[in-house]
């Protein structure tokens, strides 16, 4: 898992490098203060202060380099992690360009944004406590330990005795916190479900006027959550009291020893004539407490950071799981870089999405169709046309069978060409920020405006852009709010030809246009692009009834195949469909 | 509501819900912060009356004296430690009971809160009032508030203790304390500055990837992946920078103040042995003397003190963005809670009732009969039978002043009868039905349900009446029983099945794993649009109200399930007064009164044959000349 992350820290490795060395840096210069400060303090109390200048030089310079080092060591530690978290991010994104969708199936929009948001940001706050303050803490309690040790190491043995103590003291509390706290979190992102559930059904709500119950369930889980929230914060808070205790008595143990010692040379001397229990200066008492308050204080901090990196390696477990995804689909060692022209052709084809799944989504699929045609697919949803089509562009494989696109397998293009040769015009049209002109150049960024203009002629869709305010030029809405359904839809198609395609495809993308000029869009086709293979997948029959070939689908089989005239013969399914819409007329919609 | 309006509710809430408690933490609190600074005073106590005399009169000297400064010490301590275990665990309680209580609250008033609210605040922005700023708060209740409290209070004791020793040395301390707020506010402002634009920025990153996820098979379709990629890092790169800066004004306050604070330590010491050497008079609470005489323990004491004086300002400028944040979001629930409810003065409510000899008679138990009961000014209590008759009469209507979405309207709606609205979007279909539940009110005019001015009845009870089958069919999670008896708490499981059967659900619903006991996870996800319908018609037959909205689904269901939901919404709408906004022409046909709408106007109405014969603008709709949405 670290790994995987560490392979995005790249550009950054020196300030990752740099941010912890300055930050040990800092410590040693900080580490010596409380030192020096007991020789200074030790000069006022012996009335002496010759010496006062040199030390508090030595001093403020120690002081100094202390802030120097900590402003190093933030700046790059606030680079490091924040590239860090760039190339994650980053990382990530590319990704998911490079993903098939059988892969993408697998996750959803929301995981995927929280990947590159949430979850980034808690790595990145994770990395930048990790080159910082997971260094600093660690190193200031053993430079403490070692500085006490030197003062007097008999007195320090005390400290010895309160660290590992109050460190299990921590774990304890910890382990069985942490866990109660997940849930309580998993618990808590239920609740924000359900709130997001009442929000968007509110009209229902207030239509049943189930204001009440609803003000019921909401209460109970608030307060489960409130219970379990209490039992982990007051397990948590004994920390507090813990590390006060152990504060507190090593303090008075070391102040009421050390003024012994400072006094008495308690405890005799030894053979050597050194004193058994050490010496000590008054200055150097008070160094003492404060190397045990910095040792103490440090630990709580590791404490806290180990908290943080619960929190961290969920985050980075989901962040390399999807780092390691890897696309099902890859381009072919030397792959075919032409497509010929747009016959299309599907040769005894079975498919599934999901090897576990039971059901084949395709079963036995032959078909092939000459370059020029138009085709027309009908049958109800769920019956395999749009994953049909999808196998065309080669948005997934096959599982059997072979599908070719102008006599060449689809599996041996170069995937760039095949999906430039195949234009997919959507069921759901998707419209990005940007000029009319800039959604339509999707197809083709540097076509002029005449081919522009032509493309959304052929779709009927340059009268209604001409009568918008700023034509060409105007934007459209996050979500292409300011157009309608079938203006929309139209643009969908112009973009769609613009790409000068082999082969065209209208996954039932003419839905919202009305009859008159859906008509006019396929006359259109017919007559400027000749030679392009147009394929309409759709619901009505009045979409497909002029094609050369009409297939009927239903439970991932081709059922019947003609021409609209023979199909009314021949197909029960068809007929009935027919019939169907014949009730409400071809004006439905 | 300023910051420190918002501070003083806060805090006096957290009191009166508790108030006992909170004064204990309170007490504690001063105990626990007491017991910390009293580390300086002890060391300053025992090098005065220990250390010093005991190098010049020997240990026995001063025996006692040292036991009686170790039991004081003990009893601070103990005094301290249970200081803090009782408030610490006193404000685990208190803070998530507050918390509680303000979810409650919150979401009690959301649910009481009109359509209005709704349609107008993002359902983004509604929930952030529940994630981002109850968040907020809850650190700031579970740890900035005790906190920052604690380090005032210690910062108070240890100036007044500062202030007993010497005026001298405090003053010079207040120096360096000016001077740490100082560069505090400078790069504290620098970093929040950053902090704010690289939030932004971030956002912008959220709403790049957010378009791409959701465009996926167009990028994928048109091999845009490389031209997104180089898009995208432009928009990574500026938050690169954002939160680099950001983040580096961050990272280096504590550095920078730690070493401030080391630096005041130096030139107090250097400040105070210059004071001791030349015998300078000090003067404090404690009195007026030379230093020479007895304050050796003073200058070493106020060293310690002065360290501690900075952790607690570096402390203080830790959790200030915190406080600040977390005052930022309590000031927007604050205003969430402030917001006016839907209001009901009406006074006409529905009760059960049995027909006797052509009167009216109010009973307890359920009847499946229902009547207005009707108080009037005079005293008079009248019954009228509820039928679902529903007359609007010229009513206008507007969201917003000036703008009117609704001229003039007049619709009657006989018993029993459907009537089609149709016309194109924002032509005011959707406004006409959310009035007569009321989720709106009209400008002018009146609408009558059963003759009765909807005005004047009891908002529940007129929705109650009023049963609806919206395009977003909204489910929620529970089992599939739970939501078709959605409407109607007490319907029995035969009144389920039946609901069930008459919507054409039941059948696929005994396909589920568990039939109707089956859980629908959030949202009813794992089911397909058109099986979600059947149960939101369900639904609607449990509730089983004389008037039904419907809004017809647009999106494409496949012909089976579509020729299922068509036929179950049938048998829903039989016997029903109807306002369907039709979008499927067999529907519209069978209606028996269209209404065409354009621009909050009727601009024909009658029924299909005359309407065809009129050859105007529902005569192009019906011939596909015009798109019909």
């Known amino acids: 898992m670290l790994k995987t992350l560490a392979r995005s820290v790249r550009e950054y490795k020196r300030e990752s490098l740099l941010a912890p060395l300055f930050v040990a840096l800092e410590v040693v210069a900080e580490i010596f203060l409380p030192l020096i400060m007991a020789v200074l303090i030790d000069e006022i109390l012996a009335r002496d202060i010759t010496n006062l200048v040199q030390i508090s030089l030595v001093l403020v310079l120690l002081a100094m380099m202390a802030l120097y080092f900590g402003y190093l060591g933030g700046k790059y530690s606030a680079i490091a992690s924040s590239g860090f978290a760039k190339n994650i991010r980053k990382d990530i994104f590319y990704n998911v360009q490079g993903l098939s969708f059988s892969n993408f199936d697998r996750y959803s929009h929301t995981a995927l944004v929280t990947r590159m948001t949430t979850d980034t940001t808690n790595v990145q706050n994770a990395y930048d406590l990790l080159v910082r303050v997971a260094l600093r803490a660690p190193l200031m309690i053993i430079f403490s330990i070692i500085m006490a040790f030197s003062i007097n190491a008999q007195l320090s043995l005390i400290f010895l005795l309160a660290l590992p103590m109050l460190s299990l003291g921590i774990f304890l509390v910890y382990k069985y916190a942490i866990p109660i706290f997940r849930r309580v979190f998993d618990k808590y992102d239920k609740l924000n479900k359900y709130v997001q559930e009442n929000i968007k059904g509110i009209r229902v709500v207030k239509t049943f006027v189930q204001e009440e119950y609803e003000k019921t369930r909401f209460k109970a889980r608030s307060e489960d959550i409130r219970d379990d929230f209490i039992k982990g914060e007051r397990l948590v808070v004994i920390n507090q009291p813990a590390f006060q205790f152990t504060l507190y008595v090593v303090m008075t143990i070391v102040a009421i020893a050390g003024s012994y010692i400072i006094v008495n040379t308690f405890g005799g001397y030894d053979a050597a004539g050194n004193p058994i229990w050490g010496d000590l200066s008054t200055g150097q008492l008070s160094s003492l407490i404060i190397y045990g308050m910095q040792m103490l204080g440090n630990l709580m901090m590791l404490g806290m950071i180990f908290v943080m990196f619960t929190i961290f390696s969920a985050s980075a477990r989901r962040i390399t799981r999807f780092l390691h995804e890897e696309s099902d689909i890859r381009n072919p060692e030397d792959p075919i870089t032409h497509v010929r022209n747009g016959a299309v052709a599907f040769d005894d084809v079975y498919f599934k999405y999901t090897e576990e799944a039971e059901n084949w989504v395709l079963k036995d699929i032959n078909l092939s169709i000459n370059p020029g045609e138009t085709i027309g697919i009908i049958g109800g949803t769920g019956m395999g046309k749009s994953s049909l089509i999808s196998l065309i562009s080669r948005l997934y494989d096959v599982d059997r069978g072979r599908v070719s696109v102008g006599g060449v397998d689809v599996r041996d293009y170069d995937i760039a060409t095949l999906r430039n040769a195949v234009s997919v015009v959507l069921q759901n049209n998707v419209l990005f920020t940007g000029t009319i002109a800039d959604n339509i150049r999707w197809g083709d960024e540097d076509a002029p405006l005449e081919a522009v203009e032509r493309v959304a002629r052929i779709a009927c869709a340059h009268d209604f852009i001409m009568s918008f305010p700023e034509g060409y030029d105007n934007p459209i809405e996050q979500g292409g709010t300011n157009v309608s359904g079938g203006q929309k839809q139209r643009l969908c198609i112009a973009r769609a030809l613009l790409k000068k395609p082999k082969i065209l495809i209208m996954d039932d993308s003419t839905n919202a246009v009305d009859t008159k000029t859906e008509r006019s869009i396929r006359e259109g086709l017919r007559t400027h692009l000749p030679d392009m293979t147009k394929i309409i997948i759709s619901q009505r029959v009045g979409s497909v009834e002029d094609a050369d070939q009409i297939f009927v689908m239903d439970q991932g089989r081709i059922v019947d195949s003609g021409t609209h005239e023979t199909l009314l013969e021949t197909s029960d399914i068809y007929q009935e469909t027919h019939a169907m819409q014949q009730l409400g007329d071809d004006a439905d919609e | ?629």
């Open chain 2, 1 to 629: 509501m300023s910051k420190k309006a918002t501070l003083f509710r806060l805090i006096k809430e957290l009191f009166l819900t508790n108030k006992k408690a909170v004064i204990i933490v309170f007490i504690s609190l001063i105990f626990a912060s007491a017991g910390m600074m009293s580390i300086s005073v002890f060391i300053q106590i025992i090098i005065d009356d220990a250390i010093m005399p005991a190098l010049d009169a020997g240990w026995p000297a001063v025996a006692d004296r040292l036991f009686a400064i170790l039991i004081a010490m003990i009893v601070v301590y103990t005094l301290a430690i249970t200081g803090t275990l009782l408030y610490t665990q006193i404000m685990a309680k208190v803070g998530q009971d507050y918390l509680d209580d303000i979810r409650k609250a919150m979401f009690e008033k959301m649910e009481s809160l009109p359509i209005n609210f709704f349609d107008r605040n993002s359902h983004g922005d509604i929930m952030s009032y529940y994630t981002n700023d109850v968040d907020t708060l809850r650190q700031f209740i579970t740890q900035s508030l005790v906190q920052f409290t604690m380090t005032m209070l210690t910062l108070m004791f240890i100036i007044g203790v500062m202030l007993y020793y010497s005026f001298i040395l405090t003053v010079f301390v207040g120096i360096g304390a000016f001077i740490m707020f100082k560069v505090t506010s400078r790069v504290g402002g620098k970093s929040s500055e950053r902090f704010k634009s690289q939030q932004k920025s971030l956002g912008a990153v959220e709403g790049y990837i957010e378009e791409m996820m959701h465009g996926q098979r167009v990028v994928k379709s048109f091999v845009r992946e490389e031209k997104a990629k180089e898009e995208f890092d432009a928009l990574n790169e500026t938050w690169y920078d954002d939160s680099a800066t950001a983040r580096h004004y961050g990272n280096i306050l504590m550095p920078v103040l730690h070493n401030i604070g080391n630096i005041l330590y130096v030139s107090l010491a250097i400040l105070g042995s210059i004071l001791v050497y030349f015998n300078v008079t000090n003067i404090g609470f404690s009195g007026i003397y030379p230093f020479s005489i007895a304050t050796i323990g003073i200058v070493v004491s106020f060293l310690s003190l002065s360290r501690q004086f900075s952790q607690n300002i570096r402390m203080v400028s830790q959790q200030a963005p915190m406080v600040a944040m977390a005052l930022g979001g309590a000031s927007r629930i604050f205003y969430l809670l402030s917001l006016e409810e839907e209001h009901d003065e009406g006074y006409v409510t529905l009760v059960n009732c049995i027909e006797e000899d052509g009167k009216i008679r109010e009973v307890d138990e359920e009847t499946g009969e229902w009547a207005w009961k009707h108080p009037h000014r005079d005293g008079r209590l009248t019954y009228r039978k509820l039928e679902g008759d529903i007359v609007l009469s010229n009513v206008d209507f507007q969201y917003v002043e000036d703008t009117p979405v609704l001229k003039d309207v007049s619709v009657y709606a006989h018993p029993g009868q459907t009537i089609a609205l149709v016309g194109e979007t924002g032509a005011g279909k959707t406004t006409i039905t959310n009035l007569i539940n009321r989720f709106y009110e009209i400008k002018d005019g009146k609408v009558r349900y059963d003759g009765i001015n909807i005005n004047k009845i009891k908002k529940p009870d007129l929705r109650r009446s009023i049963g609806m089958v919206l395009q977003d069919t909204s489910l929620f999670s529970g089992t599939v029983r739970d939501n078709i008896r959605y409407g109607r708490k007490d319907a029995s499981d035969a009144d389920v099945i039946e609901a069930a059967k008459t919507a054409n659900a039941y059948d696929f619903i005994q396909h589920l794993p568990k039939g109707l006991d089956t859980d629908l996870s959030a949202d009813g996800a794992n089911l397909s649009e058109g099986q979600r319908q059947l149960i939101s018609i369900a639904r609607a037959a449990c509730a089983n109200s004389p008037v039904l909205i419907l809004d017809e689904a647009t999106s494409s269901i496949d012909t089976r399930t579509e020729a299922l939901v068509q036929e179950g919404m049938n048998r829903l709408m039989e016997g029903r007064t109807v306002f369907v906004i039709a979008h499927r022409l067999s529907t519209v046909k069978n209606a028996d009164a269209i209404m065409v709408m354009d621009h909050g106007e009727i601009i024909e109405r009658g029924d299909h044959d005359s309407l065809i014969e009129e050859k105007g603008v529902y005569y192009q709709l019906y011939t596909g000349a015009l798109e019909m949405e």
